[in-house]
């Protein structure tokens, strides 16, 4: 007679659930409270993820919050309003761009703020680089209402930076010689040597 195999149950594959980024945070709160000596690696990885930048993809990502931009969106919250008033066209173009750019300026200062000085300098050249991109690349139909947006906010980028960085001049240095590589036009205009 044949040999009988004995059947096992096989382990349950473990399920991943979709969960929103508050929901991960309590998930990290409560293996944190439930493991203390995973403290040290949970800052060390949460330090790992803040500080990761990529300057090409900040400056993709730049360069497409403006690009997406389209007249058509200014015209229509531009003009006469129903509740009476008017609302120029230029100045919904500036709410607009202001409006696509601050999220850039928010990752500056929080960098900044919390003494993170390389992914500060680091996302200020992905910034440039994508303001420049966009300076000399912009294919959307907005790109009329953009003209000076993009000099004007990196000379205020830079401007910012060297007055929160007065002694570094070995990040100056740094900064200058991407503008050259990446920002030719705007190496000497913003950055004395």
């Avoid at 309590?26 to 990529?54: A, C, G, T, W």
Wanted: proline fraction near 4%; include cysteine; charged fraction near 25%.
């Amino acid at each position: 007679m044949g040999t009988t195999t004995k059947r096992t149950k096989r382990a349950k594959p473990t399920k991943s659930h979709p969960i929103s980024g508050v929901q991960a945070l309590q998930v990290l709160s409560m293996l944190k409270q439930n493991h203390p000596e995973l403290e040290s690696e949970i800052l060390q990885l949460s330090s790992r993820v803040f500080n990761d930048v990529s300057i090409e993809d900040v400056a993709q990502e730049v360069y497409y919050a403006l690009n997406n931009l389209e007249a058509h969106d200014c015209w229509e919250a531009s003009g006469r309003q129903w509740g009476g008033g008017y609302r120029d066209e230029y100045e919904v173009a500036d709410e607009m761009i202001r409006e696509a750019f601050s999220p850039f300026l928010f990752q500056i200062n929080t960098f900044h703020t919390v003494g993170e000085f390389a992914s500060e300098l680091a996302y200020i050249e992905g910034v440039l680089m994508g303001l420049y991109r966009f300076q000399k690349e912009a294919t959307t139909d907005f790109s009329d209402y953009t003209e000076d947006y993009p000099d004007t906010f990196a000379s205020d980028i830079l401007s910012d930076w060297s007055h929160r960085h007065p002694d570094d001049s070995s990040s100056l240095e740094t900064l200058h010689s991407f503008l050259s590589e990446k920002c030719p036009s705007w190496a000497d205009s913003f950055i004395a040597k």
